[in-house]
C-alpha cells in the first residue's frame, strides 16, 4: 500500500479541550468519525419503523452521516453514535411509506 493510501493515526484525542483544536478548526487526516460519537450533537431523533420499511435505500443514499445501517441489502436501523438528526432520511423516505419519523430527542 502506497504512504498516500495509508490511515494515518487520528492525532485528536475524542476527549480533547477546545484549546486542543488545530487552528480553524482543520481536520488534519480522514475517517476522523470513527473516533467521535457525534450522534451527541443531534436535537431531533429519527425513529425507523421497521414494519413500514421496503428497504428500497433511498434514505442510504441521502443520509449526509453514512447513518443508515444495512445487512444483506436491507436496511436494519440507523446509527444513533453518528446521526445528526438532520431529518433528510424522513423527508426522502417515499411518501407512501413513511417509515421513518423525527422526533425530538429526550421527548
Ligand atoms: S437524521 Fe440525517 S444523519 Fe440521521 S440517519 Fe437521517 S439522514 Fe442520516
Ligand atoms: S427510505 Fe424509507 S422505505 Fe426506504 S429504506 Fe429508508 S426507511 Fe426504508
Not at 504512504?3 to 488545530?22: F, S
Not at 478548526?25 to 451527541?40: C, N, Y
Not at 419503523?49 to 428500497?56: F, L
Not at 442510504?60 to 444495512?70: A, H, N, R, T
Request: aromatic fraction near 8%; hydrophobic fraction near 35%; charged fraction near 25%.
Amino acid at each position: 500500500m502506497s504512504e498516500v493510501t495509508q490511515q494515518k493515526a487520528n492525532p485528536i484525542r475524542p476527549d480533547a479541550g477546545w484549546k486542543e483544536l488545530p487552528w480553524g478548526g482543520i481536520i488534519p487526516v480522514g475517517g476522523t468519525a470513527r473516533a467521535f460519537k457525534t450522534g451527541g450533537w443531534r436535537s431531533n431523533r429519527p425513529i425507523w419503523d421497521s414494519e413500514k420499511c421496503i428497504s428500497c435505500m433511498t434514505c442510504w443514499i441521502y443520509c449526509p452521516d453514512m447513518s443508515i445501517l444495512v445487512e444483506d441489502g436491507k436496511m436494519i436501523g440507523i446509527d444513533y453514535d453518528h446521526c445528526k438528526g438532520c431529518g433528510i432520511c424522513a423527508e426522502v423516505c417515499p411518501p407512501r411509506v413513511k417509515a421513518i419519523t423525527m422526533k425530538p430527542e429526550g421527548v
